[in-house]
């Protein structure tokens, strides 16, 4: 048994379809997929975290920690150094959805157990894949990721038929309304697999702050908005700041009523094995006639 510790919400994610829980001895604060991980100790902590602050105020809360170089988490030294653990799970891709990566190699270089740091930074669905198979290797037991990941190929297989030879509406991807952020990384990746073109958006970039006049300018005939770490009603909070936004009725997917509300912390924000959800979400939005069995949440 490798003695493992996951400092996010998508590698507990990755663990449990893994099939390796059993393996996991502690969590993030923010994780809570699978259900068992609601049941682990918890070794990091955030001060903001659940307030239910207003959107520019976390953002501003989260934009001065960082330009004074000041950690967004802290670390539960005790616990962890209690729990002993031989392998630790974080990233350092960025510094708003876990603790810094500097921050966990040095706490764990004073670990008695000097555990193992696996450093999780996708930038593509097929990066997302390949952690799968990193962190099976790394808990022990690298066979299991063969079967997972097969499964999830498959589902994105079928997207990737059932979308084949329709129009290709153009799209934007919120990750943050307030300011407007878009969404980087995998998902223009997912937004092309799921039958569409990616706008103001490039494939494995990080996401960045996009004025309204850019948005509005590039007039996407669907809008996506799923905001990071916000399930669907804390987004749906937010949409009156947009609705204010001038122009925001001339924009096409206003005016198509192809606007949706997404679950940006269990899916788009979330580089695990549900992110092929997150693909099959897109394509349902862009090709409902695809999938006439399921439905969307428009504005």
Request: glycine residues 8%; aromatic residues 6%.
């Amino acid at each position: 048994m490798v003695r493992t510790v996951s400092m996010l919400p998508a590698a507990t994610e990755i663990v449990g379809a893994l099939g390796l829980m059993d393996h996991l001895v502690a969590v993030s604060h923010e994780c809570d997929h699978p259900a068992e991980a609601n049941h682990k100790p918890r070794v990091t902590f955030c001060e903001i975290y659940g307030k239910g602050l207003p959107s520019v105020d976390i953002d501003r809360w989260v934009s001065d920690r960082l330009r004074a170089g000041e950690s967004l988490y802290t670390l539960d030294e005790p616990t962890l150094r209690a729990l002993a653990p031989e392998l630790i799970l974080t990233q350092r891709l960025c510094d708003v959805c876990a603790p810094a990566y500097g921050s966990v190699e040095a706490l764990a270089r004073t670990l008695p157990t000097r555990p193992r740091v696996l450093n999780l930074e996708p930038a593509s669905l097929g990066d997302i894949l390949q952690n799968i198979r990193d962190v099976a290797a790394a808990m022990g037991d690298p066979g299991r990721a063969d079967r997972v990941c097969g499964q999830l190929e498959d589902r994105v297989a079928d997207v990737v038929r059932r979308v084949a030879g329709r129009p290709r509406p153009t799209v934007f991807v919120m990750e943050w309304a307030e300011p407007i952020f878009n969404a980087g990384h995998w998902t223009p990746g997912l937004v092309r697999l799921a039958g569409g073109v990616p706008v103001l958006a490039a494939e494995g970039e990080d996401s960045v702050r996009v004025a309204w006049e850019d948005l509005r300018a590039a007039d996407p005939e669907v809008l996506v908005i799923a905001c990071c770490g916000h399930g669907v009603e804390r987004t749906r909070r937010d949409l009156p700041l947009l609705k204010a936004l001038p122009g925001w009725d001339r924009v096409r997917a206003v005016r198509a009523g192809r606007v949706y509300v997404a679950d940006g912390s269990a899916y788009f924000s979330r580089p695990g094995p549900r992110v092929v959800d997150t693909l099959e979400i897109l394509a349902t939005a862009l090709h409902p006639e695809a999938y006439p069995d399921r439905g969307t949440v428009p504005v």
